[in-house]
């Protein structure tokens, strides 16, 4: 059975070109366009994996995943930011419950790689 990703990220072309990208991994991409449809997504259906931008409107990437693990079942969920910003642009506090980090612009073949990497077995 294949794995779900969620892609939150508020540029439809970075949506389409995720999804473009992961279709040979056998995973199926739910993409939604900002942080609180993310949380409604990960409460009306399962997910293995999240991708998250960090600037988005109606919540932001990093208040996307505090909300995240304040729920049960993906308290231990991978979360992927794929951000123009990097890490040590983030307060370390601010980073807690990120698995990984990538920055834009994303290399095809190292975003597969984390998310091989990333996905539950």
Do not use: N
Not at 64 to 84: D, G, K, M, N, Q
Request: hydrophobic content about 40%.
């Amino acid at each position: 059975m294949s794995k779900t990703i969620l892609h939150a990220d508020d540029s439809p072309s970075v949506r389409r070109w995720v999804a473009e990208q992961l279709q040979e991994l056998d995973v199926k991409v739910v993409s939604v366009a900002d942080g609180a449809a993310a949380l409604q997504a990960l409460r009306e259906a399962p997910c293995d994996l999240l991708l998250t931008d960090l600037e988005m409107p109606k919540l932001d990437g990093l208040s996307l995943i505090a909300a995240v693990r304040e729920l049960p079942t993906y308290r231990f969920l991978p979360v992927l930011i794929l951000s123009s910003r990097r890490p040590s642009e983030i307060e370390p506090e601010r980073r807690q419950g990120v698995t990984g980090w990538i920055v834009k612009p994303i290399d095809p073949e190292h975003l597969r790689r984390w998310v091989r990497r990333s996905l539950p077995r």
